[in-house]
């Protein structure tokens, strides 16, 4: 088998060192930026999988229709689909989900699911997030790997579901109403879905000046 891997997040790093091991794959080439790939796409792309781990850029619609394009989502597909995926579920106080591997296609995480792995959202940071993520895509990518090509694939639910725009900066401001109206754990799980490397959560007074949260934990009272 052979796959070209677009990853440049330390965790999506980190996925491709592992699967690289697997037995099944005859040949492997990462790209980190999109300008690499598309210069590569000029060449030939003869009977590569594109594996798009952590990757933020859309691929074209000449891509993902001449080739096999999979990518995870960490949520549980058709849930969540869209922009920062994690944040909208951590904010929703869900603790544990499902991350999906489906087929890239030219609608946002619409194509069909090949496989789902456990998914915790736990953790009082998006570091120990990450880590969560990034088991959860080694095991869905070597169960692609190991299966192909015989792997099966299934449509998406049948449904409404909300696609997300990604966060803006200006929505990690704690706002009075915030303070007010969320309790604590609430608080607590939107300061961690926005510790680093995403714009930390932060409190501004009426002069403009901030305080930033670049961590947190949680306490509960028994």
């Not at 789902?116 to 869905?140: A, C, H, T, W, Y």
């Not at 449904?159 to 109403?177: N, P, Q, V």
Request: some cysteine; charged content about 30%; overall charge neutral.
């Amino acid at each position: 088998m052979k796959i070209i891997c677009l990853a440049y997040r330390d965790w999506a790093l980190n996925v491709v060192k592992e699967i690289s091991n697997n037995k099944n794959i005859s040949k492997m080439k990462l790209f980190k930026t999109q300008k690499e790939f598309d210069e590569f796409q000029l060449k030939n792309m003869d009977e590569y999988v594109v594996f798009a781990i952590g990757w933020s850029n859309i691929l074209s619609e000449k891509t993902v229709s001449e080739y096999l394009c999979v990518g995870m989502h960490p949520s549980d597909l058709p849930k969540y689909k869209g922009g920062s995926p994690i944040q909208h579920q951590i904010i929703d106080g869900i603790l544990d989900t499902n991350a999906s591997l489906f087929q890239l296609s030219k609608e946002i995480d619409d194509g069909q699911i090949f496989l789902k792995e456990p998914l915790s959202l736990r953790g009082d940071n998006m570091q120990q997030i990450f880590k969560n993520i990034e088991k959860s895509s080694i095991v869905l990518f070597n169960k692609f790997i190991d299966r192909y090509p015989n792997i099966e694939s299934q449509p998406q639910e049948d449904g409404s579901h909300i696609t997300y725009k990604r966060r803006l900066a200006s929505e990690s401001e704690i706002t009075k109403d915030d303070i007010s109206k969320l309790t604590v754990i609430q608080l607590y799980n939107k300061i961690r879905s926005l510790t680093d490397p995403y714009p930390n959560a932060f409190l501004e007074d009426k002069n403009g000046d901030r305080i930033y949260f670049k961590g947190v934990s949680f306490e509960k009272n028994d």
